[in-house]
């Protein structure tokens, strides 16, 4: 324990869970366009994966991958035989999990690139404001379908915020994953959940904004008041957690689980004590969805690992290394 309390039991997100249906075109595009590379791959044992995504009786084919050897921002391709419903991205209005985020040095070079190999943005680059506190800050990012219906996010920033890929290699067109999109209905309860309070990530802001270049990047009815808490760890991915105020979109959040469906569908967390974090979970308005399960599989390493859900639904893997 430090000066300033207990030391936060999460650091960030450290890998997306995506669902694929093959394995091959993702390496395509992350390994191959992006410049991630395979860290690990094998096989999560069947009494495992049962144990944390209800797979069933045969072992889960799994792919992490990383940018620079970055063991954090991670992204960890899990194979679905038979997924809960077809690949789709989501909509920011829709209620789950949306984007993962990652920097581009130079997001209209990557654009121009996608295009040339016949890779169509579904939100070419564009640049908007959000309102924090009395300064604007300018964002300029742009979304391109990966394969399962995944939405890659690239945001070139106006200032650069600690990433683990960059400092690796300072050359790299494409980071890790800087951060990993919810749309919640109850964000008060996403961000106790997360934060200080919680598993110990810190809220860099939490603001309500309005923006018309927003609404046209993220494809939002003119006027929509959109609340952005963003939380962040000692590492990469942070957590932008997003609520719109009026309607909502489509309800992801029943076909978004890990191990058995398409797409962005859950979220891999590394903590430095499984059982104090199973109990800030319980705390916190989240659900504990089984006891841990002790782990040497291509995701976690070694260790153990629980299946929980935050307070409004999204699927996370809680593990805990053993040295």
Not at 268 to 293: M, N
């Amino acid at each position: 324990m430090s000066d300033h309390g207990p030391a936060p039991l999460v650091e960030g997100i450290t890998a997306a869970i995506v669902g694929v249906r093959d394995v091959d075109p993702h390496l395509a595009f992350y390994r191959d366009r992006l410049g991630y590379e395979v860290a690990a791959e094998g096989t999560v044992p069947a009494a495992v994966a049962d144990a944390l995504w209800g797979t069933g009786t045969a072992g889960v084919e799994a792919v992490a991958l990383a940018a620079a050897g970055a063991d954090t921002g991670r992204i960890h391709l899990v194979r679905v035989p038979e997924p809960l419903a077809p690949a789709e991205q989501p909509h920011n209005l829709d209620v789950g999990l949306i984007g993962i985020d990652m920097y581009a040095r130079d997001i209209e070079t990557a654009y121009a690139q996608f295009t040339e190999a016949g890779l169509a943005w579904s939100t070419p680059p564009a640049t908007y404001g959000v309102a924090v506190g009395e300064q604007e800050v300018m964002v300029t990012q742009g979304v391109c379908p990966a394969p399962d219906g995944t939405a890659v996010v690239f945001v070139q920033p106006a200032t650069v915020r600690g990433t683990a890929a960059w400092d690796a290699d300072p050359g790299r067109l494409y980071t890790e994953l800087t951060s990993v999109v919810c749309h919640v209905p109850d964000a008060d309860a996403e961000v106790g959940f997360w934060g200080p309070d919680g598993l110990g990530m810190s809220v860099w802001y939490d603001v309500v904004f309005s923006s018309p270049g927003f609404d046209t990047v993220a494809g939002l009815p003119s006027g929509t008041r959109m609340r952005l808490a963003f939380l962040a760890g000692e590492k990469t991915a942070r957590i932008e957690v997003t609520s719109a105020e009026g309607e909502h979109g489509v309800d992801r959040r029943p076909t978004q689980r890990p191990g058995r469906s398409l797409g962005h569908s859950g979220w891999a967390v590394r903590t430095r004590d499984l059982d104090a974090a199973l109990d800030s979970v319980r705390r916190t308005g989240g659900s504990v969805l089984g006891e841990p399960v002790e782990t040497a599989d291509p995701l976690h390493g070694k260790g153990a690992a629980a299946s929980v859900t935050t307070p409004n639904g999204v699927s996370v893997t809680l593990y805990e290394p053993r040295a």
